[in-house]
C-alpha cells in the first residue's frame, strides 16, 4: 500500500492516490467505449463492441494481404504525418525518421522506436511487424506510426536531442513515463485533429489505443491494490482493445511485473489535455495551437510537474504579449 503511490510517481512523475487511477479508468474506458459504440453503429452495422474488436483481428477485410501491403500501409501514413506537422508546429526536428520492418531476429515483436543521433545525421527508426500479414489487423497500423513517430515520439524525442546545452541532460537524454509516453498518447488524438486518420477502421484503431491505456489504469491499480487476479486482468483488456490476445497476455505479465509504470501513458495524456484545456480557456482567440505544442515539447523530458509550471508562465507571457 506504500509502494505502489511511490511506485506511480517515479513513472508519472505525478502521486494520485490508486483509488483515484482506478476510478479514472474507469471513467475514461466509459467514455471511449461510447465512442466505439457510435463508429461500430453508424460504419459497420451494430453489435456488440467485444465481439466486434476480436472480429477485426481475424476477418479478412480487415487484414493484409502481404509483408509489403503492411510496410506501405505505414510508409503512406508516415508521409501524411510529415505533411501536417507544419500545421501543429513551429518548430521541426532535423533528423528524419524512418519505417522498416523488424529484423529477422526480432521479427516477434509488435513495434519499437528506436531514436535518432543528436547530430541529426542517424535518423530515428520505427521498427514494425510485417510476418504473417493475413493475421495482421490494420486497425491499430496508424494510430501505433502516429505514437511511434510524427507527431509522438520521434518528434519529441528528436527535439530534445537536438536542443544541446540549452537544457540539462538529464532532459536531453532520459526523460520519464508521465511525460514521454504521455505525449505519445496525446499525439494520436492530435492526429485526428490533423485528419491523419484514413477511415472508420483507423479511427476505431485509436480509440482502441485510447481504452488499452485507460484499461491499465484499472488493470494496474487492481493487479496491486485490489486483488485482481490474471485472468481477470485479461479479460478486462480483451473487452477494451482490439489487441490480439497474445498481446494482451504478454502485456499483463509486464503489468504484474512492472507495478505503476502502466499508469503513466494516460495520466500523462491527461495532465497535458488538461493543460492545452486551461491554456484555450485563459487565452482565448489569442491562443496559439503551434506555439503551445512548441513549448510543451520544447525543453526535453521535463516531469509533469514542471511541465505545469512552464505551462503557466507561458500563459502570462502570451497575456502580457498582449
Known amino acids: ?16 492516490s490508486a483509488d483515484e487511477i482506478h476510478q479514472l479508468g474507469l471513467d475514461q474506458v466509459a467514455l471511449i467505449r461510447s465512442e ?9 452495422g451494430g453489435g456488440s463492441i467485444d465481439e466486434f474488436l476480436r472480429r477485426v483481428n481475424i476477418d479478412p477485410e480487415f487484414t493484409f494481404e502481404s509483408e509489403e501491403a503492411v510496410l506501405q500501409y505505414s510508409l503512406d501514413a508516415l508521409d501524411a504525418a510529415k505533411a501536417a506537422m507544419a500545421e501543429a508546429f513551429g518548430r521541426l526536428p532535423k533528423a528524419d525518421v524512418l519505417v522498416k520492418p ?6 516477434s515483436g509488435i513495434g519499437e522506436y528506436h531514436p535518432s543521433s543528436e547530430d541529426s545525421t542517424r535518423p530515428g527508426i520505427f521498427y514494425i511487424a510485417v510476418t504473417n500479414p493475413t493475421t495482421r489487423s490494420r486497425v491499430t497500423q496508424q494510430s501505433t506510426l502516429y505514437h511511434e513517430t510524427y507527431p509522438g515520439h520521434h518528434h519529441q ?16 537524454y532520459f526523460g520519464n513515463s508521465g511525460f514521454t509516453e504521455g505525449w505519445g498518447l496525446y499525439a494520436e488524438r492530435l492526429a485526428d485533429e490533423l485528419g491523419l486518420y484514413g ?16 484499461s491499465r489504469l484499472v488493470i494496474d491499480t487492481g493487479l496491486h491494490t485490489k486483488g485482481w487476479t490474471r485472468q481477470q486482468s485479461v479479460d478486462y483488456m480483451a ?25 503513466s501513458y494516460m495520466l500523462g495524456m491527461l495532465e497535458i489535455r488538461r493543460l492545452r484545456d486551461l491554456a484555450e480557456e485563459e487565452l482565448g482567440e489569442r491562443f496559439d495551437l503551434k506555439a503551445f505544442h512548441d513549448r510543451v515539447v520544447g525543453y526535453g523530458g521535463i516531469t509533469l510537474p514542471m511541465l505545469h509550471v512552464s505551462i503557466l508562465a507561458w500563459i502570462e507571457e502570451q497575456k502580457a504579449a498582449g
Open 36 to 44: 466505439m459504440q457510435a463508429v461500430i453503429d453508424e460504419h459497420f
Open 1 to 16: 500500500a506504500e509502494c505502489y503511490p511511490k511506485l506511480v510517481r517515479s513513472f508519472a512523475t505525478i502521486q494520485p
Open 102 to 107: 523488424y529484423p529477422e531476429f526480432a521479427e
Open 157 to 172: 524525442i528528436a527535439l530534445s536531442l537536438e536542443l544541446g546545452d540549452s537544457v540539462h541532460p538529464v532532459a536531453r
Open 199 to 214: 477511415g472508420p477502421l483507423d479511427y476505431l484503431g485509436l480509440l482502441s489505443e485510447q481504452g488499452a491505456r485507460a
Open 239 to 263: 473487452s477494451n482493445t482490439a489487441w490480439p490476445l497474445h498481446d494482451i497476455e504478454n502485456d499483463i505479465n509486464r503489468y504484474i511485473s512492472w507495478p505503476g509504470q502502466a499508469t
